[in-house]
């Protein structure tokens, strides 16, 4: 066994020095490894898939007269962190991209402790790692819980409209309420708790089924309120909610859960990958622990491709 | 690989970390700015909008390169992988400028559709499509 390996290495580092021969498979082109060239290339195709994606997203929100906008659809966050600070829209996002840096910087670590053969703090800054990549997951979890439980949500049904001109609710009798808002602000459609109150705002109104003075209760039992705009084409008509447009929730579940999901296999490959490096199989092949910067160039893909994402669903 | 040492290397991560995380913070206040969150009568303005959109999406540009560049190491690659990965990404370029350009189009086809939709229906004269003197036979069955 011993004595192939030698006359294979020799061969290798024969051609090696053939120039004319890099092709033929013994060298590797640009000087990295096949791993690396083959994982540079799958990001390459990755990147196009998420890209057309997002550019689906840019065409759809072009095509639409209006658009949920997202610091109102997004301004939710756990355990009243906003109560502190009164509104805070896009904190909670803005913490989760700060997660996914942070992982990024520790499997940068990681790659570097591996160039130096330094077993456990290859182990130490993967393990990190993959506490971020968990960390970023369960967020995500609570917005989608969020945006599904609380704000019924779904692939086809967006209950963030927005308003085309400024304007005045009317109230619960069909009269002029307080309650005014903006051009291009956004509303949420709630659903009403059959034999209850609403359940958001703790509204004590008793609503009744159809088309009343003040709003109208669908058959669904979404509670949509009515108003009249005091500017624009439609001033002066009374008009009720409407739902937005149908294909934010599909192109927000399905983009971000794309995501998620490469978030999701990059934890499971870190793990293996974790476990690999802590049983030893990396030290005998003495080539700087190449696999942790394989699945490092992954992670960062997946750090990168979020940087593109919170620009387009939370930032634009 | 590199040519830094360690201690250089682990320096540059930490510049990294401090890079992004400022970037990032800069980039949601210049979209709360736009959005007339700090200033309210900037609320609906769209020219502050597009500039402040333009800026967050440059900055996300160059996060991207700070990524790929210093935390995967294309820096230290040679110029020729670079080029592969990176030349075939000018393509998104034109995908971006034509699929914009397409939703709006969208756009401005169902407007005029709903702007036509909206006009009195006026009654379509007998043969009006015909020019005139044109001999009409009637059916006499």
């Known amino acids: 066994m011993a004595n192939t390996d030698t006359a294979l290495e020799h061969h290798v ?41 997002l550019i689906t997203y840019g065409a759809l929100r072009f095509s639409s007269p209006t658009w949920p906008v997202p610091d109102f659809v997004f301004s939710t966050d756990p355990f009243g962190i906003s109560d502190y ?37 290859v182990l130490i800054w993967m393990v990190l790692t993959i506490f971020g990549g968990l960390g970023f997951l369960g967020c995500q979890a609570w917005e989608w819980t969020n945006l599904i439980g609380k704000e019924n949500m779904s692939l086809t049904r967006n209950t963030f409209g927005t308003h085309t001109a400024e304007g005045y609710y009317l109230d619960h009798e069909g009269k002029k309420s ?44 979404f509670v949509h309120r009515k108003f009249v705009y005091t500017a624009g084409a439609k001033k002066g008509v009374t008009q009720t909610e409407q739902f937005g447009p149908a294909a934010f929730g599909a192109l927000f579940f399905f983009i971000t859960g794309f995501h998620g999901f490469h ?46 994402v919170f620009l387009v669903f939370y930032l634009l | 690989m590199s040519n830094l040492s360690y201690e250089e290397s682990k320096k540059r991560v930490r510049y990294g970390l401090v890079l992004l995380a400022v970037v990032t913070g800069i980039e949601v206040l210049i979209s709360l700015f736009g959005k007339g969150y700090m200033i309210s009568s900037l609320q609906g303005n769209i ?27 294309m820096k230290y690659e040679v110029k020729g992988l670079a080029m592969s990965v990176v030349l075939p990404m000018l393509l998104l370029v034109w995908a971006v400028i034509a699929f914009f350009q397409e939703g709006n189009a969208w756009k401005s086809r169902r407007d005029e559709i709903q702007r036509r939709n909206a006009l009195p229906a006026t009654p379509a004269k007998q043969g009006s499509l015909l020019p005139p003197h044109t001999y009409q036979m009637d059916w006499k069955g």
Not at chain 1, 205 to 217: N, P, S, T
Not at chain 1, 274 to 281: C, M, R, T, Y
């Open chain 1, 85 to 121: 600070f009164g509104k805070a829209p896009l904190i909670f996002v803005t913490f989760m991209s700060f997660l996914l840096i942070i992982s990024s910087v520790t499997m940068v670590r990681g790659v570097q402790e591996g160039h130096r053969e330094n077993k456990n703090g």
């Open chain 1, 178 to 221: 307080a309650e005014t808002f903006r051009e291009g602000e956004s509303y949420l459609i709630h659903r009403h708790a059959p034999g209850g109150h609403s359940a958001e705002h703790g509204a004590q109104h008793e609503y009744k089924q159809g088309d009343q003075a003040g709003y109208l209760l669908d058959e669904k039992s």
């Open chain 2, 47 to 73: 020219i502050v909008l597009a500039t402040c959109g333009l800026l967050i999406a440059v900055l996300s540009l160059y996060k991207a390169y700070f990524i790929v560049y210093e935390f995967m190491h």
């Open chain 1, 13 to 53: 580092h024969e051609l090696d020095h053939q120039g004319d021969d890099a092709w033929s498979g013994a060298q590797s082109p640009f000087k990295v490894s096949y791993g690396k060239i083959m994982m540079w290339y799958f990001l390459l195709s990755d990147a196009f898939t998420f890209a057309g994606f």
């Open chain 1, 263 to 308: 978030v999701f296999s990059g934890v499971v490959f870190l793990t293996i990958i974790a476990l690999n490096v802590a049983s030893g199989v990396y030290v005998t092949r003495k080539n700087g622990y190449e696999m942790v910067e394989k699945i490092g160039l992954y992670w960062h893909f997946v750090d990168l491709v979020w940087v593109f």
